[in-house]
């Protein structure tokens, strides 16, 4: 009963045109199913931001998209490639299917409008038809859906917190009940208790109003906590995507493992906290093959000359997960 | 008078949002580089080599004495007299050669004077903080409000006979609020950056810190207030001399368009008399903008253009980049995947150097 | 409010500093100017006057300069301004009231359209970046490097002269008595098409580009990517957002810019003869009417600060940070 909502294939996306461009996002393919919470990580330069920008079309210039489809999936109807959309059409589709949080919530608002014109303006924008006082109320119990009180609606930008902030940004994205949320580091910038109350209640919220998330964070460790499965991303390609639990009980990828290794266990004994040598691969000059071989404890011969294929690997439950890496040899390599 | 056009100055000031130059001190050599190969900048140096050039040879070259009269009156341009004659006879050409040096030597003075005087003021307001900042800044908000032109025109008419010399030093002493200002504010925001933090916990000296660390991060910045003074003060000293306070002799330009003005040169239609002066000013405040153009892009990277802005897309159209709606490129022939279809982009467009991946 | 207040007092200040200098520069003049009038006008100045032109000229060999400072306060404070060479025995206070009207209409309203007029180009030449309208920039800075006073040279040339409908000097027809009647308004608009065409040619350009690089600039801002996020329509994201925030900046320049501004603007109404200040200032300068060319600076000076106060005031509304916390 796993229906999928969003379909990522072989994306491809960069950065310029010509003999300076630069492939940020490699051969992505990945799917978002229906009311699952997916997580994204990676380190900084993974292109797993790029991967969110592309997927909507929001990267600024001079990033492209050279290849690849993003279908989605809506509730009642056929599915449709979202990259294949005309502006018009594009403009009804953002928001009212998928909304975004973005990372940095102090600038995420329009410092000169207040509040409330910001959340009304985006329903206006996609249901003309509402009345002005609709609206309103609309806007308001978006509001008290994330906490914040209906009577900070006429505050500006500068009068909340940092914490308020991304509640309403939530709320905002929140207010056209879109089928899919995509999370960029939406809580990097605040303090951690303030990080789990958040996600918490974006658990909650999520569990009542049925939504998909995608979820994109350096931080391995809330994703483990809050997301169903993890993808890890590396050098612009999909390392490993496996069930949450799965991803932290046993990781197969060396880089996986070593982000893991990153952060103090959760529960359990203690483990010793190791890290990962290097540092991100630079996208100008990728390594060959595996471009995570210069980095990996576990390299051997075929590393640095093999681009290892994403797939299921031949370990027990491993349909439900996959890898790439040679470690673990696919056993129906997707298709590329 | 032009309105300064720099947006430097209003990029920095405590508007968070706004690009900040970001120029750590290793990288400073590969961009200054890329400032030279700037066509807005290079087209500028160019131009104003050649009136450099113009301002060293100018008297040799000239083919008459500018004051030397002859019975050729108001004659329009001959082979003779290329540019014509005024209403003594005398040949433009030679007066608008002569007065190069004059215009680009108080130009230039004006500019060093002011910006001496700002690089003092913003940079030690801006460090030193406190009641330094206070009074400095009052200081320079005074200067900036007050309408320089009107008191340079007032000072210098009441100074008697004010040659090229004190002309510079009036224009000097009175424009250099505005590159005081700008300096402080980026002197504000580098003091509170890490490495200087870590000069002043080792004890460096505050002249050792502001001379080594700061100055540096300040040069175009600097270049760019000098720039910008250069021109305000070039416009101001040809006006001084168009409504006849400067002294005569030298043909400063604003000279050349007094006497023209004045001795009906515009009644008689004799545009050769005012047209090459007034173009030769206005090429020169060109020159100086476009460098300060490349200065602009130079420190904030969002103005800069990253040539190519036009892409052809799946669909086969071919649209801007612009903000808010990425463009599908069309894929080539070898690649594997579908490609993406349209995109149907029709206005906007914007190419800024984003730092790949973030 | 408190901002405003800090504002006002910061103007106050500057308009001391202002008067200040203005009572130290006739100081810097060689010999004795009052006593070249006094042997020009001999016998027709009343002894009040004298003294007057003494206070203002610090001749008066007796008086210590901080009781010659106190008594040119007190002269201010009534109006004061002497009495102009040129037209003796004018008060200066009256030839400046007879041409402030003038170029607060021709200067005021001109720097408004202009700036209002560039700041809706550059919203359109920033957001359209990259399109055709880029082009025009090259012109726009040749144009902005122009001097005012030329560029109203060659207009006169061009255009004015006789057998024109554009009259190539004054501020109104010779023989009108300045009223507010039909004939009178009419003559005077005639007059200053041309000379405003002049300001609004050379000074539009600079708030073309100001405004297009601030939109630039906040194009990148994360508040415009959530708007396109948001499937705003594209009219929405570039005024309401882009357009809004970009001319937060572009105020505040225009606030530092009218000292420039209102310089070279001046120089227009002298190569049009306009009776206005600039052209009052010009017949001064070339007399060497020192207590003209005093009131009209004080004047200017002061009205660039009044301008500058609307323009903080103007700052103060549109952005909502500076309104609620000073």
């Not at chain 3, 009572?23 to 009038?37: E, H, M, S, T």
């Amino acid at each position: 009963m796993r229906q999928p909502v969003l379909e990522i294939r072989n994306l491809d996306v960069g950065y310029g045109l010509g003999d300076v461009a630069l492939r940020a996002v490699r051969d992505v393919s990945l799917t978002l199913h229906r009311g699952e919470v997916l997580g994204l990580a990676g380190e900084s330069g993974s292109g797993k931001s790029t991967l969110a920008y592309g997927v909507t079309r929001l990267l600024p210039p001079p990033g492209v998209i050279t290849g690849g489809e993003v279908v989605y999936h809506p509730e009642n109807g056929s599915p449709y490639d979202v990259l294949a959309l005309g502006d018009r059409e594009l403009r009804a589709f953002r928001w009212a299917e998928t909304a975004i949080v973005f990372q940095g919530a102090m600038n995420s608002l329009n410092p000169v409008h207040r509040i409330s014109v910001q959340l009304t303006d985006v329903i206006a924008a996609h249901q003309p038809d509402l009345s002005a006082r609709a609206r309103a109320e609309r806007a308001r119990e978006m509001l008290r859906l994330v906490g914040i009180a209906a009577d900070r609606m006429d505050a500006y930008p500068h009068q909340l917190s940092g914490g308020m902030r991304q509640r309403v940004m939530i709320g905002m994205a929140l207010a056209l009940q879109p089928q899919i949320v995509i999370m960029d580091e939406p809580t990097t910038a605040l303090d951690v208790v303030m990080q789990r109350q958040i996600l918490r209640q974006l658990v909650a919220l999520r569990e009542r109003l049925g939504f998909s998330v995608i979820f994109i964070t350096h931080d391995l460790s809330l994703l483990v906590e809050f997301a169903d499965r993890i993808a890890i991303m590396y050098g612009g390609r999909i390392v490993e995507e496996a069930p949450a639990s799965a991803l932290y009980r046993d990781a197969l990828h060396p880089y996986t493992a070593g982000l893991l290794g990153s952060f103090p266990a959760l529960r359990g004994p203690r483990r010793d906290l190791t890290g990962i040598p290097g540092s991100p691969p630079d996208l100008t000059s990728m390594p060959t093959g595996c471009s995570f071989h210069p980095r990996c404890p576990k390299a051997f011969e075929p590393c640095p000359v093999t681009i290892p294929p994403l797939g299921s690997p031949d370990t027990p439950g491993g349909s439900t997960r996959t890898v790439a890496c040679l470690l673990h040899p696919a056993t129906n390599p997707e298709v590329r | 008078m032009t309105i300064p056009t720099s947006s430097i100055d209003q990029v920095i000031p405590g508007q968070g949002a706004m690009a900040q130059p970001e120029i750590a001190p290793g990288r400073a050599r590969r961009r200054r580089f890329r400032f030279f190969a700037n066509a807005k900048s290079s087209i500028g140096l160019a131009l104003l080599g050649i009136y450099v050039l113009f301002a060293v040879i100018g008297p040799w070259v000239a083919p008459y004495d500018p004051s030397a009269r002859s019975s050729e009156l108001v004659q329009p341009p001959s082979s003779a007299h290329w540019l014509g004659t005024t209403h003594l006879g005398q040949d433009v050409l030679s007066q608008l050669l002569v007065g190069t040096r004059g215009v680009m030597v108080v130009g230039l003075t004006a500019g060093v004077v002011a910006t001496v005087l700002s690089v003092l003021i913003g940079v030690t307001a801006g460090y030193l903080g406190g009641p330094w900042d206070d009074g400095l800044s009052a200081l320079s908000n005074v200067f900036l409000v007050i309408p320089a032109l009107p008191l340079i025109i007032i000072l210098t008419s009441t100074i008697n006979n004010a040659g090229d010399s004190v002309v510079a030093l009036v224009i000097g002493l009175t424009s250099w609020a505005w590159g005081a200002r700008v300096l402080r504010a980026q002197t504000l925001s580098l003091r509170r950056r890490e490495y200087i933090e870590a000069a002043r916990a080792t004890g460096e000296t505050t002249w050792r810190i502001i001379g080594f660390e700061i100055m540096p991060n300040l040069t175009a910045i600097i270049a760019s207030g000098f720039i910008g003074t250069v021109i305000f003060a070039v416009m101001s000293e040809i006006t001084l001399a168009f409504i006849g306070i400067s002294s005569s002799g030298t043909w400063n330009w604003g000279e050349i368009l007094f006497w023209a003005q004045s001795e009906q040169g515009l009644a008689q239609g004799a545009w050769w008399w005012f047209v090459p002066a007034g173009l030769a000013i206005a090429i020169l405040g060109t020159a100086l903008s476009l460098v300060n153009f490349g200065i602009d892009e130079f420190v904030s990277p969002r103005l800069r253009n990253a040539g190519k802005t036009r892409v052809k897309t799946a669909s086969g159209q071919t649209v801007r980049m612009r903000v808010g709606f990425t463009p599908v490129l069309a894929r080539p022939p070898s690649g594997g995947a579908a490609g993406g279809d349209p995109d149907g982009g029709d206005t906007g467009g914007d190419t800024i150097v984003a730092e790949a991946a973030r | 409010m408190k901002h405003l207040l800090q504002r006002v007092l910061f103007y106050l200040f500057t308009a001391w500093a202002a008067i200040t200098v203005n009572f130290f520069i006739p100081r810097l003049i060689p010999g004795d100017p009052v006593q070249a009038l006094i042997a020009r006008y001999k016998g027709q100045m009343s002894s009040d006057a004298i003294a007057s032109l003494y206070v203002l000229f610090g001749i008066d060999k007796h008086a210590s300069l901080w009781s010659d400072y106190l008594k040119y306060w007190k002269q201010l404070a009534h109006g004061d301004l002497g009495l102009s060479f040129t037209s003796f025995p004018t008060p200066v206070s009256e030839i400046i009231a007879s041409s402030l009207p003038w170029t607060l209409a021709l200067v005021g309203i001109t720097t408004i359209i202009s700036f209002l007029l560039g700041t809706g180009l550059g919203v359109i030449a920033g957001w359209r970046r990259g399109s055709w309208v880029d082009g025009l920039l090259p012109v726009t800075t040749f144009l902005s490097s122009i001097p005012y006073f030329w560029l109203g040279l060659v207009a006169i040339a061009l255009l004015a002269g006789p057998g024109s409908y554009f009259p190539s000097s004054g501020g109104y027809e010779p023989g009108l008595v300045p009223a507010f009647d039909s004939y009178f308004l009419s003559s005077a608009i005639q007059h200053s098409i041309l000379p405003a065409l002049t300001i609004l040619i050379s000074s539009v350009s600079g708030w073309i580009l100001s405004m297009r690089n601030m939109m630039v600039t906040v194009a990148a801002e994360d508040y415009i990517t959530v708007a396109h996020a948001k499937g705003l329509p594209e009219r929405r994201v570039a005024l309401s957002y882009a357009a809004r925030n970009a001319l937060l900046p572009n105020v505040s320049g225009f606030a530092l810019a009218l000292g420039f501004i209102v310089g070279g603007t001046l120089l227009v109404e002298i190569v049009f003869s306009y009776p206005g200040l600039g052209f009052q200032l010009f017949r001064a300068v070339g007399a060497k009417d020192y207590p003209l060319m005093q009131g009209i600076f004080l004047v200017i000076t002061i009205s660039v600060l009044v301008a500058n106060l609307l323009a903080d005031v103007a700052y103060l509304m549109l952005d909502p940070r500076t309104r609620k916390e000073g």
